[in-house]
């Protein structure tokens, strides 16, 4: 909801706080299973524990108001305007703009649809503008999830105990990775908006294609010869995996959350939601298999490093930048068609690429606002 009423300045760093959120929340789930491990019965206390902050949610969502584009397609200007004002206000410019500019939006949108008489999810498949959208947000998504996080971050216990620690140690090690993973999400929540999703994703993709390669090299040590090299390699390249992809996740709700167009964006986010889960699943569940015929080195660098570095390319050519545009602007992007994007984007990395040979490095890593 919040994507749809905060200024397009600060849109994207506020929807980061929702990973930073979901980081922290697998933190504390590490931190009480460290709490409770040598506690008999302990998964008794681990289970009830999430009943605390799922209260806390549930309290909440009662307080929780609908979003003022919502209560415009329900024909409810009045209850519209209150929750605006509640939320934004009106005693600047552009909150008075972007009202109006909505209530304009969607009283297209509503016209349309009255005239026409079709099913508004239909136009996934039969404009071209609601189609990328829908293309690019779940690309995003499985690019996410089928790179490892999920299944590294449900079997990091396990993924301990391979590297040589012990099964009580490996439980408080776990800590090390969801902490990067915290930590990597808070750049995002400040900076994301200062560099934009196209600068941003493909800059923390390499670095957790890095932590996945030293992932690797750590497999390769001998544990019982050099337990100290082997530990310190696979720690390092941990910490690097999940603190940039800590960062490169808040992508993976930024993106769902102002892509799709506003009478489409329900129907959107649930399609993205729906994959996501998906997806987690299918690489989570698969996981151990995977590791068994592929080998720790193959599932980490040739599977996921693989998807990643494929990712990498796709990013570069097809992701359309976003940062600072409201959701009209961005519906007007996703009018163009996929050539125009795949040209802009080919001529802004070359120019990345020139800065880069002439050593422009600050215009490279500090664009202007």
């Known amino acids: 909801m919040f994507c749809l009423v905060v200024p397009s300045r600060i849109r994207g760093n506020l929807v980061s706080l929702y990973q930073l959120n979901i980081a922290l929340g697998e933190v504390l789930g590490y931190a009480v299973a460290a709490i409770f491990v040598d506690v008999t019965g302990n998964w008794r206390y681990i289970l009830g524990s999430s009943l605390v902050f799922s209260t806390i949610l549930f309290v909440g969502m009662l307080f929780l108001p609908e979003s003022p584009r919502f209560l415009m397609h329900k024909g409810k200007p009045v209850e519209a305007y209150g929750v605006w004002k509640q939320i934004r206000g009106f005693d600047t410019l552009e909150a008075k ?68 620690f012990d099964e009580r140690t490996s439980v408080f090690m776990s800590l090390v990775g969801g902490g990067s993973l915290l930590i990597g999400a808070i750049p995002a929540v400040m ?26 090299v750590g497999y390769t040590i001998n544990y019982e010869e050099h337990p100290a090299a082997a530990e310190g390699v696979y720690l390092t390249g941990i910490i690097l995996y999940m603190g940039f992809f800590g960062s490169y996740a808040c992508l993976t709700w930024v993106i769902p959350a102002e ?7 329900s129907y959107g986010m649930t399609t993205a939601d729906a994959n996501l889960f998906l997806c987690s699943f299918i690489v989570t569940y698969n996981f151990t298999a995977m590791m068994d015929s592929m080998t720790r080195i193959g599932l980490t660098l040739g599977f996921y490093g693989g998807i990643a570095a494929i990712g990498w390319f796709y990013q570069i050519l097809f992701m359309p930048e976003t940062k600072n545009k409201s959701l009209e602007e961005i519906d007007e992007l996703f009018s163009r068609p996929t050539s125009v994007i795949v ?10 690429i020139r800065d880069l040979c002439h050593f422009r490095f600050k215009k490279v890593f500090s664009p202007e606002e």
């Open 97 to 164: 703009d972007e009202f109006l500019g909505m209530r304009q939006a969607v009283t297209a949108e509503h016209d349309e649809q009255q005239n026409t008489k079709k099913y508004a999810w239909m136009d996934f498949f039969t404009e071209p503008r609601a189609r990328r959208a829908m293309v690019y947000a779940n690309a995003m998504v499985f690019l996410g999830q089928f790179t490892g996080v999920n299944a590294v971050m449900y079997y990091m216990g396990v993924l301990m105990t391979k590297i040589g």
């Open 191 to 216: 900076y994301m908006e200062k560099f934009g999703r196209r600068y941003w994703a493909n800059a923390m993709l390499p670095g957790f294609f890095i932590g996945l390669v030293l992932v690797g």
């Open 259 to 265: 892509v799709f167009p506003t009478y489409l964006r």
């Open 343 to 352: 040209r802009q984007n080919i001529k802004s990395t070359a120019e990345v």
